[in-house]
């Protein structure tokens, strides 16, 4: 059975940044695509970014410019490398694999901080 780990969140003061990675482990035969999403308390989980297995890859409106996602799904990893961060970037971010075209599986989840 496939595995999906997050790595990398903690404490940042506003303007800093962090590194998240999100590796996959165990059985597995390909992967369709993995995102990363976050959930702020009390709100909605919400797409924050995303690669593709066919090389392609995205960031939601609220971060683009400031967080940069990549990885190779071939290597069962994505990254997601966060700049300038706010305080309302702060939530706890997981990441999502398919490995089939329809279901996947979720990660444990990661805490980021933003605060001085």
């Known amino acids: 059975q496939a595995r999906v780990v997050e790595s990398g969140g903690g404490l940042v003061q506003p303007g800093g940044s962090l590194r998240l990675s999100c590796i996959c482990s165990g059985s597995i035969f390909s992967i369709y695509a993995m995102r990363w999403y976050r959930q702020a308390p009390g709100r909605q989980r919400e797409l924050v970014a995303a690669?593709?297995?066919?090389?392609?890859?995205d960031t939601a409106d609220s971060v683009k410019g400031r967080f940069i996602v990549s990885g190779d799904t071939a290597k069962d990893r994505v990254y997601l490398q966060m700049n300038s961060l706010k305080p309302e970037d702060t939530a706890q971010y997981f990441c999502?694999?398919?490995?089939?075209?329809?279901?996947?599986?979720w990660g444990q989840g990661i805490q980021v901080t933003v605060s001085s």
């Open positions: 999502h694999v398919n490995f089939t075209p329809q279901g996947g599986e």
């Open positions: 690669i593709t297995r066919g090389g392609g890859s």
